[in-house]
């Protein structure tokens, strides 16, 4: 019984880095969730291609930033000037692969240079 109209066929997940991870799979039918283990924090390129019954390929990529752990920091207050004494906060920072035991702050100038590290 036919059901008209297109239908995904088959797909393709590509995924990669500039360290030279690359993971490549096809499929048939659409495409699902997938659980890939990636090499280390950075910026991965994945593209998803897939071909339908009338043999149209349709081609998207997206880049993903992967970082481990995650740095949430509040800071207090939001503005002031120059005598205004500011705290901040990483207690809502997170790892996902590891307990974190310490944090280290490094202030930096306008111009990119260190001020100074605190931990």
Do not use: C
């Not at 495409?31 to 081609?59: A, F, H, M, Q, R």
């Not at 939001?78 to 205004?84: D, F």
């Amino acid at each position: 019984m036919p059901t008209g109209g297109r239908r995904i066929l088959s797909h393709r997940r590509e995924i990669s880095n500039r360290d030279g991870f690359r993971y490549i799979k096809e499929g048939n039918g659409s495409p699902s969730y997938i659980n890939v283990p990636l090499n280390g924090n950075g910026e991965y390129l994945v593209k998803l291609t897939t071909t339908d019954n009338e043999n149209n390929n349709v081609s998207e990529t997206f880049s993903v930033a992967v970082s481990d752990p995650v740095a949430i920091i509040k800071q207090t207050p939001l503005e002031g000037n120059t005598s205004a004494t500011f705290t901040f906060d990483a207690g809502a920072s997170y790892s996902l692969t590891a307990r974190l035991k310490l944090y280290t702050w490094e202030l930096f100038d306008s111009e990119g240079n260190k001020i100074d590290t605190f931990q």
